[in-house]
């Protein structure tokens, strides 16, 4: 019998869990409390209970596998998880204090300062345009721009200390996903990422086309927050490089397994993040990577209305049901879609990945994709929308 993994939580992260651990050949198990979440589809077995009430079953589905991983972030599910996994003798992928220190951004921003790594300036020595976040919350929720005083008020009231108050910084959004364990750090590849006018990240795009030594920059940040972390497990770390190339600033960091990015690094560089963290906590070494030739990826997500179709963000296919995987779906070398195969396309959605030699042909792919979407459910295609002052890195990709 193959090995299994237990992934807990099916949304956009258990999605990202499930494609991996699939690839990777697991067994997938899915626990879930929704009666038909998005990663149902993608898992082999698929169990809808709540680790906070269904504990025994809990363990008895952990037991059956080789390792848990949880892929939420509700603090008191989590400690059930990481308390639940013990009792069961199994491996759970997670490091509950690495992900402590990163889940408040006030409180991560301070340790950004202690370890010395570059940061957008905060209220109120920042300038407007300000960026105001949630200092709880994730997947861009509460997030927007402010450009005056006024603006400021309406959007976080009077007690500002539930709220993150930045600089906006200007230029390209990058990821980078990093493995940590002993005090050593792996750095995957460096994604693109670019966000719809709700500060939601509609694509990811490999390779970035940063350059060496901006990467190295990148990776000695990400060496840094590994230490600081004393991180078992994974971490992302999010930076923007501002348009003249001048400065690097992070953004955000979570020590948990993050969407999308690591499914675009499978497909450009070969590496799977689900496989390598199972060798962290299942055979307790932290894997070496070998830097592959970088193929062009773009992964995108695109949501129907009615007669339309636009580029939009990933928290709107968080709800989506009847999920299933596609192989050359309309010239995309995968699809996650729900999308009937005739008739209207309405409320539907699709995330089309494109893998080719380089980014220009993948992006010649991506539109030929989007064109017979159109056609074939007679919609038209919205124009898209970035948010203030960020770089449009697929509308630069030249056609070669
Ligand atoms: N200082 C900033 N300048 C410009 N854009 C920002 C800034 N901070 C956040 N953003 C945008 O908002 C998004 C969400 O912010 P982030 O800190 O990642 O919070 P979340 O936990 O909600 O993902 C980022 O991915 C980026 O697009
Ligand atoms: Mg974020």
Redesign the pocket.
Same mark, same amino acid.
């Given at each position: 019998m193959r090995e299994g993994i237990c992934i807990v939580g099916g949304k956009l992260q258990g999605m990202e869990a499930a494609y991996l651990a699939g690839k990777a050949g697991y067994e997938v198990m899915l626990i879930d409390k929704a009666p038909e979440p998005p990663a149902a589809a993608l898992a082999d077995e698929f169990y809808r209970m709540d680790v906070l009430k269904d504990l025994e079953a809990t363990k008895t589905a952990f037991r059956r596998a080789a390792a848990v991983l949880p892929a939420l972030e509700d603090e008191a599910a989590l400690a059930t998880i990481v308390r639940a996994s013990r009792k069961a003798g199994v491996p759970c992928m997670h490091d509950e204090g690495a992900f402590l220190k990163t889940s408040r951004?006030d409180a991560f921003s301070e340790l950004c300062r202690v370890w010395g790594l570059p940061q957008?300036a905060r209220y109120p020595m920042a300038k407007f345009p300000m960026?105001v976040?949630p200092v709880v $919350? %994730? $997947? %861009?929720?509460g /997030?927007a721009l402010v450009r005056n005083r006024a603006e400021m008020q309406n959007a976080v009231g009077e007690d500002s200390s539930k709220w993150m108050i930045?600089? =906006? /910084?200007n230029g390209i +959004?990058l990821s980078l996903e990093l493995l940590g364990m002993n005090g050593e750090a792996m750095p995957f590849q460096v994604t693109c990422?670019e +966000?719809d006018e709700t500060?939601g =990240?509609k694509r990811v795009l490999a390779p970035s086309g940063i350059g060496d030594g901006i990467r190295d920059r990148i990776e000695e940040i990400g060496d840094k927050l590994v230490k600081g972390l004393d991180l078992k497990g994974v971490t992302d770390l999010?930076v923007?490089l501002r348009s003249d190339n001048s400065s690097l600033d992070v953004?955000?960091a979570n020590a948990r397994l993050p969407s999308q990015t690591p499914t675009v690094v499978f497909h450009s560089a070969g590496e799977n993040l689900v496989a390598l963290l199972a060798d962290i906590f299942i055979n307790s070494r932290l894997p070496k990577i070998n830097k592959h030739q970088e193929k062009g990826v773009i992964y995108q997500h695109l949501l129907f209305g009615d007669g339309t179709v636009r580029v939009a963000a990933e928290h709107n296919i968080a709800h989506a049901t009847g999920l299933r995987i596609e192989t050359n779906f309309h010239g995309a070398d995968e699809a996650i879609t729900n999308l009937p195969q005739e008739g209207s396309a309405k409320g539907y959605v699709a995330t089309l990945i494109i893998v080719d030699s380089d980014l220009s042909r993948a992006k010649i792919r991506m539109e030929e994709a989007t064109e017979s979407l159109c056609e074939h459910y007679k919609v038209f295609r919205n124009e898209e929308r970035s948010?203030f002052?960020m770089t449009r890195v697929y509308d630069k990709i030249e056609k070669r």
């Open positions: 951004k957008p960026i976040k $919350g %994730s $997947g %861009s929720r /997030v930045q600089e =906006c /910084v +959004f990422l +966000f500060y =990240c999010q923007a953004i955000e948010p002052g």
